[in-house]
């Protein structure tokens, strides 16, 4: 692995052109973080109706990015090359999701990233929660309650994803209310 800095000037789209150095020199990238300002985001959104997606419109800060490029045709990956962003609004309006159309580089955009090449892949198998409790856990089902762990997995979307599987950055959140200063004491 090596790490990078990339550095996208203003009017580019940065997922395509990281995907793009990528293929260029066949190799697998993971975006790390990065930071600068984009403009016109559009997301998908976690619902029931598949390719459902919002674009918010102006300027928006970088508050985390992250993605995995995979080299050649990504193998057996099906998220490959997804980009994955929260982004801060000229309010403190905070946003995030996969990214899911252009990605427009408003000004200067730095990503940090490390390259990897010739990745082995292993597909693992499901655990299946109903044959363990079949086959008798021997009590330890008590110990889960207790240490507050679930056996209950989430019901699949209808594209696969489990609402679940989202990561705190991915989801929507709407803007806190501002708590004022203590006022001074008196004198």
């Given at each position: 692995?090596?790490?990078?800095?990339?550095?996208?000037?203003?009017?580019?789209?940065?997922v395509?052109?990281t995907?793009?150095?990528?293929?260029?020199?066949?190799?697998?990238?993971?975006?790390?973080?990065?930071?600068?300002?984009?403009?016109n985001?559009?997301?998908?959104?976690?619902?029931?109706?598949?390719?459902?997606?919002?674009?918010?419109?102006?300027?928006?800060?970088?508050?985390?990015?992250?993605?995995?490029?995979?080299?050649?045709?990504g193998?057996?990956?099906?998220?490959?090359?997804?980009?994955?962003v929260?982004?801060?609004?000229?309010q403190?309006?905070?946003?995030?999701?996969?990214?899911?159309?252009?990605?427009?580089?408003?000004?200067?955009?730095?990503?940090?990233?490390?390259?990897?090449?010739?990745?082995?892949?292993h597909?693992?198998?499901?655990?299946?929660?109903?044959?363990?409790?079949?086959?008798?856990?021997?009590?330890h089902?008590?110990?889960?309650?207790?240490?507050?762990?679930?056996?209950?997995?989430?019901?699949p979307?209808?594209?696969?994803?489990?609402?679940?599987?989202?990561?705190?950055?991915?989801?929507?959140?709407?803007?806190?209310?501002?708590?004022?200063?203590?006022?001074?004491?008196?004198?």
């Amino acid at each position: 692995m090596n790490p990078y800095v990339l550095e996208l000037p203003a009017g580019v789209d940065v997922v395509e052109s990281t995907t793009h150095f990528c293929r260029k020199r066949n190799t697998g990238l993971c975006v790390l973080n990065g930071n600068g300002v984009v403009a016109n985001v559009t997301l998908k959104q976690p619902s029931t109706t598949p390719g459902t997606s919002v674009a918010f419109h102006g300027l928006f800060d970088i508050l985390s990015i992250s993605a995995t490029i995979l080299p050649g045709d990504g193998g057996l990956a099906s998220g490959n090359g997804q980009f994955s962003v929260s982004v801060a609004g000229p309010q403190g309006q905070v946003v995030g999701g996969i990214v899911v159309g252009p990605l427009l580089s408003a000004g200067t955009v730095y990503l940090i990233a490390a390259t990897f090449n010739n990745p082995s892949f292993h597909r693992l198998q499901q655990v299946d929660y109903d044959q363990d409790k079949a086959a008798g856990d021997g009590g330890h089902s008590s110990r889960k309650a207790a240490s507050g762990e679930c056996d209950a997995a989430a019901a699949p979307e209808s594209d696969g994803i489990s609402m679940y599987s989202y990561q705190p950055s991915d989801v929507i959140w709407a803007p806190n209310a501002r708590q004022l200063p203590p006022p001074p004491p008196p004198y």
